[in-house]
């Protein structure tokens, strides 16, 4: 039922940051736990970060000291801000729920290449 559309992903060079934003059609506040999720070419889709409405987030290991997931209940709209960015990095990042009950959206691309 409910929509994400992600955005604010890019070419960047390594060390880059970028700043991905996930809107929801439709409130999320009521969404227990949501989460950032990556996929890169030729592999499984895995879990990044996630972040409950008690806003304490929790992190995969390879990113943790690196990205920071917040939502706005507000705005209806997640955020994953990423700094120090490595090559390991690179592929389509997405949002949903945790665990991922809803469509998801196309993603926003991300490359870190030099």
């Known amino acids: 039922q409910v929509q994400f559309v992600e955005s604010g992903g890019g070419l960047v060079q390594p060390g880059g940051s970028l700043r991905l934003s996930c809107a929801a059609s439709g409130n999320i506040f009521s969404i227990y736990a949501m989460g950032w999720y990556r996929q890169a070419p030729g592999k499984q889709r895995e879990l990044v970060a996630t972040i409950f409405n008690s806003d304490r987030p929790n992190y995969t290991d390879s990113v943790k000291g690196r990205f920071t997931i917040s939502r706005d209940n507000g705005k209806n709209t997640v955020y994953l801000q990423m700094n120090s960015l490595k090559p390991e990095d690179t592929a389509v990042y997405y949002c949903?729920?945790?665990?991922?009950?809803?469509?998801w959206g196309q993603g926003t691309q991300v490359i870190v290449s030099s």
């Open positions: 949903n729920a945790r665990p991922p009950y809803a469509r």
